[in-house]
């Protein structure tokens, strides 16, 4: 079953990236290691043989499923993008209205998210909360900690 995903530019090179380097590097090494067990005589009680033959089922199943997450991945036009609502790839700043704290996160796929630079995926429920949403809106969002009331403040995208 097809499991389509969304990504940027850079997130699909990624994936391109790490498939290549999977196909290009990893397997010629572990082949290097089957053949070099296979040298040292009876397989039947060589560990190192052992070993490699399950590292490689592992590479190529690996090797498998990101083939199979490229073929459904599809790419964003963020220019096709409504700027005044807050989507995927839009960046948000909100204000706590209990403390006046300003956030700042980019609302991004899954498989992009990292909340230390502030990208925070489209499924966490802080994003799931500010989706549609538009600047002036105050928004109720519940957290593993309770419920945050934030107002949007600004709605942006870089590539837009």
Known sequence: MSDIKYYTPEGLEKLREELHHLTTVERPSISRQIAEARDKGDLSENAEYSAA??????????IS????VLG???????????????????????KN??????????LVPENEANIKIGKLS????????????????????????????????DINRQNA
């Open 53 to 62: 033959k399950e590292a490689q089922s592992m590479l190529e199943l690996k």
């Open 65 to 68: 499923k990101l083939q199979e």
């Open 97 to 106: 209205t209990l403390n006046g704290s300003i956030v700042s996160y980019t």
């Open 122 to 153: 489209v499924s966490s429920p802080i994003a799931k909360g500010l989706l549609g949403k538009s600047i002036g809106e105050t928004v109720e969002i519940t957290v593993p900690a309770g419920k945050i009331n934030y107002e949007i403040v």
């Open 72 to 94: 459904n991945a599809r790419l964003i036009d963020e220019r096709r993008l409504d700027n005044s609502k807050i989507l995927i790839f839009s960046t948000v700043k909100l």
